[in-house]
């Protein structure tokens, strides 16, 4: 039932997430994910690296802040800059296990703006 509800935590955030293994390929996507990034190949980018994605400066990032969150175990979220065109902050996310190792990454999207649930009762 947990697993479950995560994976419905997962697939109703409205932005995209994008969960990375150790050796960056891409292990999930939720369905924001996939429509985000349906020009570069959306689902089909499911198993494939995600370092292809990416400019080699935004893989040394990458690659960093890794090796930051692999430093220790209280090295969990780190921020990596705000897009102004959409008014979001953008973090990498360590992945643990119950041992807190290390098994993945993904990056999350904090929006700013209103939500659009104004016209709920």
Known sequence: MLNQMMKSVLEQDR???VLCDMNHIIVYMNPAAKKRYEKRGGA???GK???NCHNEKSNQII???IAWFDESADNNIFF????EEENK???????RDEN???I???EKHEYRGTDSLSNVS
């Open 100 to 102: 807190q190792k290390l």
């Open 44 to 46: 089909e980018l499911i």
């Open 15 to 17: 932005a995209a997430i």
């Open 89 to 95: 902050d953008v973090y990498m996310v360590a992945l």
């Open 80 to 83: 990596l800059y705000h897009n």
């Open 49 to 51: 690296s995600l370092l």
């Open 63 to 65: 690659k960093k802040v």
């Open 104 to 106: 993945g990454y993904y």
